[in-house]
């Protein structure tokens, strides 16, 4: 307590000397996510202990969530998982995700991951922040002395200038800004965006068993949550979570932030139909950190179920991406294009069909982006083609005083 109530004149103190504004402050913690994980009196739960092999309910990854002091810019979360390439994966590359992917048999953050994460990702991101809002290159992270970070980043050779600064030890709760109120919102969007996905699941025309869902909801489900839920956390909560270490940047910040109201979860989780849920049992999955480790057992059980899911995986990761052609990305455009005009000429109500129809082009718009740049690329390619042919075919023609 004594140093967290000191520490703030210190940070002032590197942050004049430094001339830091707030956008140029930058802060990242991690915590544990038990990504498929019901509250424990639900029979999901009752049903996974029973159950023989790895228990999903223990399988954990970790995160690395941050942001800048203003508010106004959060880096892509790091992700930290057992399996280099989970099945749900197969196909799949790992750069175009919304996290960084890295992976570790305890789903643990390493030295070698941090300083990685640090030196190509963390600088270079910062770098182009700075070039979009015409800032100084270089940028202030503040973080915990846990054992993965490296004494030693402030040394390393980045594209930007960086100055590390550590918490002093034991001081996470009480100052660390990602954990005054980011991390705990967030975890409460997650929990709050699975409920109502089981909602939706269990409730629409092709509606699934509350078993179902469950059973299929896999890794790359809980990577598109991880991304909408991070997208959830506010500016103004970014901004107000400095209060304790920064006070002078959150005086006029109004710091009530609202969490996600946990009795709106459990009234969620009651119309899934997982009755008995109350309030302490929301809290709990919400406090739950990166404290809880797996057992000797956990861990022979995660292996057993990895080396399986290798020797389903058996092509390397060049051959298994998903092929995307510029065939298929032509008619299926035309598809859906065609598809939602006939939604305007069948609908009475013109208001209705026309905002369905904008919202589904425009969401497709990456796709047009992408066959566009290919009809660029290859009509490109042809005129290169064409160039070269007609060069070749002039220099082969005798000159005229050869005739």
């Known amino acids: ?5 000191a520490f703030p004149a210190t940070l002032r103190a590197i942050i004049e000397r430094g001339n830091y504004p707030p956008e140029l402050v930058f802060n990242v913690d991690k915590t544990g996510l038990f990504w498929k994980r019901m509250p424990k009196r639900t029979f999901l739960s009752r049903e996974q202990k029973r159950a023989p092999g790895f228990k999903a309910a223990k399988d954990r990854l970790t995160l690395l969530l941050g942001g800048n002091a203003n508010g106004d810019f959060k880096l892509k979360p790091l992700l930290v998982y057992h399996s280099k390439t989970p099945r749900a994966m197969k196909g799949i590359s790992k750069s175009s995700l919304p996290v960084i992917w890295e992976s570790n048999k305890k789903s643990w953050i390493t030295m070698k991951i941090f300083q990685n994460w640090f030196t190509e990702h963390f600088c270079p991101s910062v770098k182009r922040y700075c070039k ?12 915990d002395n846990a054992p993965s970070h490296p004494m030693h980043l402030s040394d390393l050779t980045t594209c930007i200038p960086v100055e590390v600064v550590f918490l002093p030890p034991n001081t996470t709760s009480l100052i660390q ?5 980011v991390i705990s919102n967030f975890k409460a969007y997650y929990l709050r965006r699975t409920f109502r996905q089981l909602i939706d699941k269990t409730d629409g025309e092709d509606k699934q068993s509350i078993r179902d869902f469950w059973k299929n909801y896999n890794i790359m489900d809980a990577v598109d949550n991880i991304n909408l839920s991070w997208n959830e956390v506010t500016e103004k909560c970014l901004k107000g979570v400095w209060k304790n270490v920064w006070p002078e940047l959150s005086k006029d910040v109004d710091t009530r932030e609202s969490i996600v109201d946990v009795d709106e979860i459990v009234k969620l989780a009651n119309e899934t ?3 008995n849920i109350n309030a302490q049992d929301i809290e709990e999955l919400l406090q739950v950190t990166t404290g809880e480790s797996l057992s000797n057992d956990d861990l022979k059980e995660l292996v057993e179920q990895q080396v399986h899911e290798d020797d389903e995986i058996s092509v390397s990761e060049d051959e298994e991406q998903k092929e995307l052609s510029t065939d298929f990305l032509k008619k299926s455009l035309a598809t859906i294009t065609e598809i939602m005009d006939q939604f305007i000429q069948n609908d009475l109500n013109f208001d209705r069909s026309s905002k369905a129809r904008r919202s589904v082009i425009d969401a497709m718009s990456c796709y047009r982006q992408l066959l566009a740049e290919r009809n660029r690329k290859r009509q490109t390619t042809l005129d290169d083609f064409f160039t070269k042919k007609q060069k070749m075919s002039n220099e082969e023609e005798p000159s005229s005083s050869q005739t």
């Open 1 to 5: 307590t004594k140093a967290a109530a």
């Open 132 to 143: 979009f809002k015409k800032l100084e290159p270089k940028a202030l992270l503040l973080i």
């Open 177 to 181: 800004p990602m954990d005054q109120g």
């Open 273 to 275: 139909g997982l009755d």
